[in-house]
């Protein structure tokens, strides 16, 4: 600083976010109008960005407009758009005006809400917008917020697992004895997602106590109940404690769909924690006609979906339900003097820090609740519906060409095919697959990625991009139709 009180910063000046402010947000807007011109995924090398940008920080200001200008030019070739129609690689992490205006009310109220008192409406507006999911899923009674259970927004999937894990580790080992962690045993199926292997990893689970039972293609990658009866009866008997289950509605690889209550039924009567990971799928289980993939949920203990995925709720925002808070607050909280308050102690409260790993937390319930009441459900539904729709009419393209074939049967937005098998070598087959996903990304028209479901490599369509419509959906596929003609007359 070079003259003292001149230069003081005024780093909350309302005129400059004012100013600045309508720039941004005209930036983004001309972003989505342009966001078709742009290849899908970024073809920048690694390390681009070192050549373009200086060695170290500025030490007196910039304009906002050198940053744009920065941002246009450096910044945006090396996105992969996930916004664009044309994204179909992973499952969709959904912007939308309502979760992106919740976004920036949450920044600019800048509250952290650990604790009741540190913001009383961001504990009791989740607890209210987590009620009114829950209600829209139909989950049962013992999930909402009235009695033992709840909902609470954590950041991932992936801490969904790990907390939910963490309770229901301390709760079995107050029963059985702290020294018994080596026992613990936790089951899945080989399609569940590597987020429960991380979470075995933190929660000190021996690596071989990770059961993982194998799905296939005769139940479309589902887990079968026999397999996990046959599996915990056999730990049993060896010692072991089961004591975690994880079952799937919606796959990441193909959307399989574990039958809930046989698997519930099985966990229930081994006093094993049920933990539905639904974190893609979930949203579409708002729809009566997709309820029935959740059907049985009301075996589980806990139940994730991510807002942030395909329900217009901006990136970060994973919803996660518990039938018995008790079980993660005895896991996770901790009362040091610097944060003890009288609604705390007098137990009037939920203080959200005890139901998570870190201490501090944004106003997330904003965004969601600004989705709910921008869009309304009815419309949510909607949005759900032409997506699935899309996903259908592309399965039947893919059906109807006698190069392709639909790997496993669609269940909601994914489309999982490949080029099939000449003369049954499936080696080669896979190769030209991998190559088919190579030509078409690198086309930059559009972004799909890839599986391996029974040793066969398959090309994964995920569709879910607020702006995807008919259009994109048929040139996309004319797109992979003629990378793949390519591929097969070499
Ligand atoms: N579970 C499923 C079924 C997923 O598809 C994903 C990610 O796509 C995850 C868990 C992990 O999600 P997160 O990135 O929120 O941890």
Same mark, same amino acid.
């Given at each position: 600083m070079e003259n003292g009180s001149t230069n003081v910063l005024k780093p909350m000046d309302s005129e400059q976010l004012r100013e600045y402010g309508y720039r941004m947000v005209d930036f983004i807007a001309d972003y989505y109008k342009t =966001?078709?011109? #742009?290849?899908?995924l970024s073809q920048v090398q690694p390390g681009y960005l070192h050549n373009l940008l200086p060695d170290s920080a500025p030490d007196h200001p910039e304009t906002v407009e050198q940053v744009l200008d920065d941002v246009k030019t450096k910044i945006l070739p090396g996105l992969t758009h996930w916004q664009s129609p044309t994204f179909f690689a992973y499952y969709p992490s959904n912007s939308s005006v309502a979760g992106f205006l919740g976004e920036m009310l949450s920044a600019g109220l800048g509250i952290v809400g650990f604790s009741w008192v540190t913001s009383p409406a961001a504990t009791e507006l989740e607890m209210i917008v987590l009620d009114w999911l829950a209600k829209l899923l139909n989950l049962?009674?013992? #999930?909402?917020?009235?009695?033992?259970g709840g909902g609470v927004i954590q950041g991932s999937a992936s801490e969904a697992i790990l907390v939910a894990m963490i309770g229901a580790r301390d709760k079995v080992l107050r029963r059985v004895g702290k020294n018994a962690l080596g026992k613990l045993v936790v089951y899945s199926s080989d399609q569940t997602h590597s987020a429960l292997r991380k979470a075995c990893q933190i929660a000190g689970i021996h690596p071989e106590n990770c059961k993982v039972l194998k799905a296939d293609s005769s139940t479309n990658y589902a887990l079968r109940p026999e397999l996990l009866q046959e599996a915990v009866s056999k730990d049993l008997e060896a010692g072991s404690i089961p004591f975690f289950l994880c079952g799937n509605v919606g796959t990441t690889s193909s959307t399989a769909v574990d039958p809930l209550a046989a698997l519930g039924k099985i966990a229930k009567s081994n006093e094993i924690w049920f933990h539905v990971d639904a +974190?893609? +799928?979930?949203? +579409?289980? =708002?729809?009566p006609e997709y309820r029935q993939y959740i059907d049985g949920v009301e075996t589980a203990d806990s139940f994730n979906m991510n807002a942030h995925k395909w329900f217009l709720t901006n990136f970060d925002c994973s919803l996660l339900w518990v039938k018995d808070q008790y079980a993660l607050t005895e896991a996770l909280s901790t009362n040091p003097e610097y944060l003890k308050n009288k609604a705390s102690q007098a137990n009037l409260v939920v203080d959200y820090k005890d139901w998570q790993i870190p201490l501090g937390r944004r106003f997330r319930s904003l965004k969601l609740w600004m989705v709910l009441r921008l869009y309304g459900a009815e419309t949510l539904k909607n949005y759900i519906r032409n997506h699935i729709k899309l996903a259908k009419d592309l399965e039947q393209l893919v059906s109807q060409d006698p190069n392709f074939e639909v790997v496993t049967p669609r269940i909601f937005s994914l489309v999982c095919f490949r080029i099939v098998p000449v003369d049954n070598d499936e080696k080669k087959c896979n190769d030209r697959n991998r190559n088919l996903l190579d030509a078409v990304n690198s086309s930059g028209k559009l972004f799909l990625s890839h599986t391996a479901l029974s040793g066969k490599i398959v090309l994964r369509c995920a569709i879910g991009a607020p702006l995807t419509e008919e259009k994109h959906v048929k040139e996309a596929w004319k797109v992979i139709q003629e990378e793949a003609s390519y591929l097969l007359r070499k």
């Amino acid at each position: 600083m070079e003259n003292g009180s001149t230069n003081v910063l005024k780093p909350m000046d309302s005129e400059q976010l004012r100013e600045y402010g309508y720039r941004m947000v005209d930036f983004i807007a001309d972003y989505y109008k342009t =966001i078709e011109t #742009f290849p899908v995924l970024s073809q920048v090398q690694p390390g681009y960005l070192h050549n373009l940008l200086p060695d170290s920080a500025p030490d007196h200001p910039e304009t906002v407009e050198q940053v744009l200008d920065d941002v246009k030019t450096k910044i945006l070739p090396g996105l992969t758009h996930w916004q664009s129609p044309t994204f179909f690689a992973y499952y969709p992490s959904n912007s939308s005006v309502a979760g992106f205006l919740g976004e920036m009310l949450s920044a600019g109220l800048g509250i952290v809400g650990f604790s009741w008192v540190t913001s009383p409406a961001a504990t009791e507006l989740e607890m209210i917008v987590l009620d009114w999911l829950a209600k829209l899923l139909n989950l049962p009674e013992q #999930f909402l917020s009235k009695g033992n259970g709840g909902g609470v927004i954590q950041g991932s999937a992936s801490e969904a697992i790990l907390v939910a894990m963490i309770g229901a580790r301390d709760k079995v080992l107050r029963r059985v004895g702290k020294n018994a962690l080596g026992k613990l045993v936790v089951y899945s199926s080989d399609q569940t997602h590597s987020a429960l292997r991380k979470a075995c990893q933190i929660a000190g689970i021996h690596p071989e106590n990770c059961k993982v039972l194998k799905a296939d293609s005769s139940t479309n990658y589902a887990l079968r109940p026999e397999l996990l009866q046959e599996a915990v009866s056999k730990d049993l008997e060896a010692g072991s404690i089961p004591f975690f289950l994880c079952g799937n509605v919606g796959t990441t690889s193909s959307t399989a769909v574990d039958p809930l209550a046989a698997l519930g039924k099985i966990a229930k009567s081994n006093e094993i924690w049920f933990h539905v990971d639904a +974190a893609y +799928a979930g949203s +579409a289980c =708002i729809c009566p006609e997709y309820r029935q993939y959740i059907d049985g949920v009301e075996t589980a203990d806990s139940f994730n979906m991510n807002a942030h995925k395909w329900f217009l709720t901006n990136f970060d925002c994973s919803l996660l339900w518990v039938k018995d808070q008790y079980a993660l607050t005895e896991a996770l909280s901790t009362n040091p003097e610097y944060l003890k308050n009288k609604a705390s102690q007098a137990n009037l409260v939920v203080d959200y820090k005890d139901w998570q790993i870190p201490l501090g937390r944004r106003f997330r319930s904003l965004k969601l609740w600004m989705v709910l009441r921008l869009y309304g459900a009815e419309t949510l539904k909607n949005y759900i519906r032409n997506h699935i729709k899309l996903a259908k009419d592309l399965e039947q393209l893919v059906s109807q060409d006698p190069n392709f074939e639909v790997v496993t049967p669609r269940i909601f937005s994914l489309v999982c095919f490949r080029i099939v098998p000449v003369d049954n070598d499936e080696k080669k087959c896979n190769d030209r697959n991998r190559n088919l996903l190579d030509a078409v990304n690198s086309s930059g028209k559009l972004f799909l990625s890839h599986t391996a479901l029974s040793g066969k490599i398959v090309l994964r369509c995920a569709i879910g991009a607020p702006l995807t419509e008919e259009k994109h959906v048929k040139e996309a596929w004319k797109v992979i139709q003629e990378e793949a003609s390519y591929l097969l007359r070499k």
